[in-house]
């Protein structure tokens, strides 16, 4: 090959490099745009008094976020009582009778229900719990969340399943355990990393989900452990009070989206941790 082509490769190779690293650059730069403008906005709002106290009254000043912070929490336990069981469950089945006809039409319905948008949800979780209890409430809050959170952990649990290898289970079963047994004692636990990691997933997901909530939660300014009650959330406060007309509630708004985007943040870099840490080797 002559030099010239061969500098025009060289050429060719080091200028694709080149736009590949500043497109991926391009790609994460937005990222870091919104984290500069929500930390300049909110971290100056953040002090004990914001994070401990409750909403004042429109016309004062101060006030803090305490009710939607222990909300958003009561909420986010709710649903993962909800869609942790039955999420690692159907994911178990989705991977131990992927060749059945029910299970194709179960998958189905989970890519299904994975696609459709979060105030739709919110609307069927209105006419499933609100109606019939006659108020909003913590609870339909949390079962509309956990709607959001199964597809996530199904789809987890059966793609680690998926790749654990069948000399354990064949191992188990032929020392004499039950196949239940063996699912619960030495399947689950080898995945046990991957479906974590699913969990977390489907947590730092709806965290910040606030169409389901407007027909379900539907928000309060006051501290309320009853899930049967309307409960505050962070993503609801900030909606509220962003779109109020109060100054003072504009940057209250600003300081829990600092509080939201922290923890979403937080609870991302744990769950790698947690995949890097409990990661199984086959």
Not at 59 to 81: D, P, Q
Not at 135 to 141: A, P, R, T
Not at 145 to 171: C, F, H, N, Q, Y
Request: hydrophobic share 55%; with cysteine; aromatic share 12%.
């Amino acid at each position: 090959m002559k030099e010239p082509a061969i500098r025009r490769r060289i050429i060719a190779d080091k200028s694709f490099k080149t736009i590949v690293v500043l497109l991926a650059f391009a790609s994460i730069l937005p990222m870091f745009f919104i984290l500069f403008f929500i930390i300049s906005k909110g971290i100056s709002v953040i002090n004990w008094t914001f994070l401990t106290h409750l909403p004042k009254p429109v016309g004062e000043i101060g006030g803090g976020i305490s009710n939607a912070i222990i909300g958003t929490l009561m909420l986010i336990t709710v649903s993962i009582i909800f869609s942790v069981p039955v999420g690692v469950l159907a994911g178990v089945f989705l991977c131990e009778y992927r060749k059945g006809r029910f299970a194709y039409f179960v998958k189905l319905a989970i890519e299904t229900l994975q696609g459709i948008p979060s105030i739709v949800i919110g609307i069927i979780a209105y006419i499933w719990l609100v109606l019939p209890m006659g108020s909003f409430s913590g609870l339909s809050g949390g079962v509309a969340l956990a709607l959001m959170m199964l597809p996530v952990i199904i789809t987890a649990t059966e793609e680690t399943l998926k790749l654990i290898p069948d000399s354990l289970r064949e191992g188990s079963l032929a020392l004499g355990v039950s196949y239940p047994r063996t699912i619960l004692k030495v399947v689950l636990p080898a995945g046990l990393s991957g479906i974590l990691t699913g969990i977390l997933l489907s947590v730092a997901r709806v965290t910040g989900e606030t169409a389901p909530l407007l027909f379900t939660a539907f928000g309060s300014p006051f501290m309320n452990f009853n899930i049967l009650k309307p409960i505050n959330t962070l993503p609801l406060m900030i909606f509220n009070y962003a779109t109020s007309p109060y100054t003072e509630w504009h940057t209250l708004a600003w300081g829990a989206s600092f509080v939201l985007v922290v923890f979403v943040l937080g609870l991302n870099l744990f769950t790698k941790v947690v995949t890097r840490k409990w990661k199984v080797q086959f």
